[in-house]
């Protein structure tokens, strides 16, 4: 296995690392510094080609946010995914967040970890550590944080996230990673061919902004569910208030897999290049968004234009929102000076 780096010094002078990942099956991550960011994932196939199945740029200045406000590959921090009005209590204090989607803040505001230099503490040939120094206040959130990401890419073709953060004061925190999958390998091609498995029996409910309304409903009878595979396709234009409220999927799945390791919480599979990813996390949850608010006006990698849904978002993650809602005591996203954070997710590709 082999890792190798390459500097790209930006206008504002930060200094982008991108480290290759490779083991001897031939499957590659790049991984740059600059927000955790996956930017390719090659995966060999059986005709003994490497298809790229993660959107993002060529060129790595386009990740900047004065480029393009995108989360293609990152790693999302403080807070993955809504918090409603941009505001949560802890411990008797108020808190008011950017209102950067609609009310809401979203990943963490406008100038969330996606957009921020990492520092490399690690590599070899099979893993990069990677650490940021959150400070107290960043985008409103309180506490400074520790925060350090470590991926592992193994003999078997699994590509492990394990995260861990550590704060001086009480804060909250939910992370995730943000890779935009299109397991036919060209983004010219929908995703809605794929055919996705949720082990999940239940979901949140969203209203019309997209945030949980705070009732968990069964997936019996809806379009939600996926727990045997089906077509991503084959529900998604049904007239279904959930549906019409995210413009497709963007809903938290709750895990039945119980934070289990051993067991894939999802599996997603391209007919066409017969590519299987499955996804293992300790999470509670997971939030799939089926590029509902892509519209051609990104030009990615490849010169290719990213259209809506041709892409798959697998977050796995604490609930939306989890802050505001107490009674989900599976989703406590408190984090405390004396109990540190620990979360691993795993995305494990095959050929069918």
Request: glycine share 8%.
């Amino acid at each position: 296995m082999h890792i190798q780096k390459k500097n790209h010094q930006t206008p504002n002078r930060i200094m982008i690392q991108t480290h290759i990942l490779r083991n001897d099956n031939g499957m590659e991550a790049h991984i740059t510094n600059f927000g955790g960011r996956i930017q390719r994932l090659l995966i060999p196939t059986r005709e003994g080609n490497k298809l790229d199945v993660v959107l993002g740029f060529d060129n790595l200045d386009d990740y900047r946010p004065e480029r393009h406000l995108q989360d293609f590959g990152a790693t999302i921090g403080r807070f993955a995914n809504r918090i409603g009005n941009g505001k949560f209590s802890l411990n008797g204090t108020a808190y008011q967040l950017p209102q950067n989607n609609g009310p809401h803040c979203l990943h963490g505001g406008p100038d969330g970890w996606q957009y921020k230099e990492f520092a490399i503490l690690e590599s070899s040939d099979s893993h990069l550590l990677m650490q940021y120094l959150s400070p107290d206040g960043d985008n409103g959130f309180p506490g400074n944080i520790d925060f350090r990401i470590q991926f592992t890419l193994s003999p078997d073709n699994a590509l492990r996230i394990d995260y861990q953060a550590a704060s001086d004061a009480p804060t909250v925190i939910n992370v995730t990673n943000h890779s935009y999958f299109n397991l036919n390998g060209d983004p010219d091609l929908s995703i809605l061919n794929h055919l996705m498995q949720i082990h999940s029996s239940q979901f949140t409910l969203n209203d019309d902004t997209c945030l949980p309304t705070g009732e968990i409903s069964s997936v019996e009878g809806t379009p939600m569910d996926f727990r045997t595979p089906k077509a991503i396709g084959r529900d998604i234009e049904l007239p279904d208030q959930q549906l019409i409220n995210g413009r497709g999927y963007d809903h938290n799945w709750i895990l039945d897999t119980k934070g289990s390791l051993d067991t894939p919480c999802a599996s997603l599979d391209s007919p066409l290049t017969h590519i299987r990813m499955e996804v293992y996390t300790d999470q509670p949850g997971m939030q799939v968004y089926t590029g509902n608010f892509l519209d051609g006006s990104v030009t990615g990698k490849y010169g290719k234009t990213y259209q809506m849904r041709h892409a798959v978002c697998l977050e796995t993650q604490h609930y939306p929102d989890s802050p505001n809602h107490p009674e989900w005591a599976e989703s406590n996203t408190t984090l405390l000076p004396d109990t540190p954070f620990h979360t691993t997710t795993i995305f494990k590709f095959s050929q069918q």
